[in-house]
């Protein structure tokens, strides 16, 4: 059974730094691209960050740039998001998602997705 499991989320202030965690089974970790998927309350997704399958390169949208880093552990078949100097625009429910190539934007391509882990930023 495939499976990504979100963890990390939680309430922070503005300012503030998460760690969100994705652990992956099921499936050959190392095989897939990954990607953050958020979805805020009341809109639509919006792909926040990937990375290529080998974790040479990584991507980010442009409103996380600077404050964002992705990255993954084949070995332990984890994918990370790092997130610093958090914003109330922020808040979300993140998601990590994967594909055999980074599918950006392209949501229904994904093959496989996590639950989701709730990130609120708020003072």
């Known amino acids: 059974e495939v499976q990504l499991v979100e963890s990390g989320g939680g309430l922070v202030q503005p300012g503030g730094s998460l760690r969100l965690s994705c652990a992956a089974s099921?499936?050959?970790?190392?095989?897939?691209?990954m990607s953050w998927v958020r979805q805020a309350p009341g809109k639509g997704l919006e792909w926040v960050s990937g990375i290529t399958n080998g974790g040479g390169s990584t991507n980010y949208v442009d409103s996380v740039k600077g404050r964002f880093t992705i990255s993954r552990d084949n070995a332990k078949n984890t994918l990370y998001l790092q997130m610093n100097s958090l914003k109330p625009e922020d808040t979300a429910v993140y998601y990590c998602?994967?594909?055999?190539?980074?599918?950006?934007?392209?949501?229904?391509?994904?093959?496989?997705w996590g639950q989701g882990t709730q990130v609120t930023v708020s003072s």
């Open positions: 099921g499936f050959t970790f190392g095989n897939y691209a």
């Open positions: 998602a994967a594909n055999p190539k980074l599918a950006y934007s392209d949501y229904d391509s994904y093959e496989y």
